[in-house]
């Protein structure tokens, strides 16, 4: 469950190349390493492995990445046909476009042996915990869908759907707001394990999944978000969050980049 990955001094070819081959692109991001200053100038949609490497900041030889998948909000309440959601007649499509996905993305993580980490975002029968209870100022597109409580906890609105459900190693994480971090046992448990990167996926991508990955950046942790294991209701929402990740707080790649990393990072 401590799986770490090793950069060894044998594999600098990537990082040489992506320092020259990157030069033709045009968006400057600086990466640290050992007592360097990196510029390495690329395009924000160019999404190479080499270039990804760079971004990671290892230390050559020295430092070790231990990761950690972040599963967030993958429930019926939200994804499911005959929950919460839909029956609000919400965009529940755009999550369920992305299950196959995240069954792959979860599977190579099991293979792997990097810990995953489920959240549930649970609510009171009782509406104690409802949004509009504490705040006098809600967006009226919230206020609308939270009046009554949603992914009640202990029924099957609030559990994770069956096709990514978590296996027995697994970790589930309840939570009554939307970041993963906020009053919940996660940064302890992930401290226990040593890990060091989050990789994040599911849904909202604009709402939960960005909190959760800015807190987690905020408290330390080196952050990942994976492209197409994360949905929005909104497209431009999705869309804003991706660039602002790349922009300011770490990596955005595929599934299919991600599993190359770690291949390179044995």
Not at 52 to 69: C, D, H, N, P, Y
Not at 71 to 86: L, P
Not at 154 to 180: C, F, L, Q, Y
Not at 209 to 214: A, F, P
Request: charged share 25%; aromatic share 10%.
């Amino acid at each position: 469950m401590d799986k770490k990955f090793y950069l060894s001094k044998y594999k600098l070819e990537p990082f040489l190349f992506a320092l020259g081959f990157c030069t033709v692109f045009q968006v400057i991001h600086y990466i640290p390493l050992p007592g360097i200053m990196l510029s390495c100038v690329c395009n924000k949609k160019f999404m190479d492995v080499a270039e990804l490497l760079i971004m990671l900041r290892v230390q050559v030889g020295k430092t070790a990445l231990s990761f950690g998948l972040v599963v967030v909000d993958m429930q019926n309440g939200f994804v499911s046909k005959g929950g919460s959601y839909d029956k609000l007649g919400m965009n529940i499509e755009a999550f369920r476009k992305i299950i196959p996905r995240m069954r792959t993305l979860i599977a190579f993580c099991r293979n792997e042996d990097i810990p995953i980490f489920y959240t549930e975002a649970v609510r009171e029968r009782s509406g104690i915990d409802l949004l509009t209870n504490i705040h006098m100022i809600l967006p009226r597109t919230r206020e609308e869908r939270l009046k009554v409580p949603i992914t009640v906890r202990g029924t099957w609105d609030s559990r994770i759907i069956d096709e990514i459900k978590p296996g027995r190693n697994d970790h589930v994480i309840i939570k009554r707001r939307d970041s993963a971090f906020q009053d919940t046992e996660l940064r302890v448990w992930l401290q226990s394990v040593r890990i060091n990167t989050l990789i994040f996926c599911g849904i909202d991508t604009s709402i939960c999944v960005e909190t959760s990955l800015r807190d987690g950046f905020n408290l330390g942790y080196d952050v990942i978000l994976i492209s197409d294991a994360t949905a929005s209701g909104v497209k431009k929402h999705y869309e804003t969050t991706l660039e602002r990740v790349r922009d300011y707080y770490g990596i955005v790649t595929s599934i299919n980049g991600f599993e190359k990393i770690i291949k390179l990072l044995k």
